[in-house]
């Protein structure tokens, strides 16, 4: 495949002092000619901003949809997974860092046009593709044209992001977007500021836009990090502001922090730890909270807020007892389970399948 080229961008203006700002993402980068963002992929060039790695990837995978984690969204189908590098967060203790943080254009060593992502998505069998890895916010350009061309195969198109982008490029992003997780890392600014590099608020913002101004199916992850995000009061709040602000059919899953990067002085997650934030959730209003990178076939499984009635069982990515009825319901008591479902589980299970383009 001959070499791809930088792709200019629309979201960015110029200022009285000569220099260009960004306007992707709350950040509003100030660039001189032949600077970079703190994303890494987008810089000035010729007096505009472009995307440097439009068609480059770190890598494909079909991956089970659970792993995203989506729960409530086409459970047991295949997803074409595929990102690229950099991030618009400097999350010190950054669970993907190898790629999100990478300033080595090498690793991006897999090139596809989103036709092509597309049409494997499609010979591959996969319902969806999902834009993950690295935040798709910051190849925005690469990913909605994907989604496009996704869009006309009838393949979903799945975000996995961190929700840290302005309002103009939120509403293109997520126009083609069928469904998101959404990474809230904390529920204080002081976190966002010190361990993040970023702000609260504009999270919270795409939040409420997905709810209230779109169609997106989405889901909410939460990492607990031991001593920084995961006292019971900071998990109560989170939890009565997406129950006030969301509804409380919203997904959340609280997931195991490792250390890494920047952190390797802070402990794992405990399990126990995973179980309570699970328990305060319910507690707290929330139908539908799962645990995610330990082995809990109950905090994985979904369960019918109604009668309690098992849903869908799962162990790590594998589905046994199904308990919906085609449409949707929970076949012991009728309660509409919110989500996307299709008439029956898929059987993807727990493959994971490397694809070279």
Known sequence: MAALQNVATEYWHQLEDGRVQCDLCPRECRLKEGQRGLCFVRMRENDKVVLTT???????????????????????????????????????????????????????????????????????????????????????????DTAKACREQDIKSVAVTAGYISPGAREDFFSWMDAANVDLKGFSEDFYRKLTGGHLQPVLDTLKYLKHETDVWFEITNLLIPGHNDSADELKRMVDWIVSELG????????????????LDVPPTSPQALTQAREI?????????????VHDSVGGSTWCHQCGELLIERDWYVLGKWGLDEKGHCASCGEKIPGVFDPRPGDWGAKRLPVAM
């Open 54 to 144: 439009y068609g480059r990837s770190s890598g494909f995978c079909v991956d089970p949809i659970e792993k995203k984690p989506l729960n409530h969204f086409l459970p047991g189908t295949p997803v074409f997974s595929f990102g690229t590098a950099g991030c618009n967060l400097a999350c010190k203790y950054c669970q993907n860092w190898d790629m999100s943080k990478s300033r080595e254009m090498d690793i991006l060593a897999n090139q596809a046009t989103p036709a092509q992502i597309a049409d494997t998505a499609k010979r591959l069998g996969c319902r969806s593709v999902a834009y993950t890895y690295n935040d798709p916010v910051i190849f925005l350009e690469y990913a909605v």
């Open 248 to 263: 409380a059919d919203v997904p959340l899953h609280f997931s195991a922090f490792h250390p890494d990067y920047k952190m």
């Open 281 to 293: 959730a319910m507690e707290h209003g929330l139908h539908y909270v799962y645990t995610g990178n």
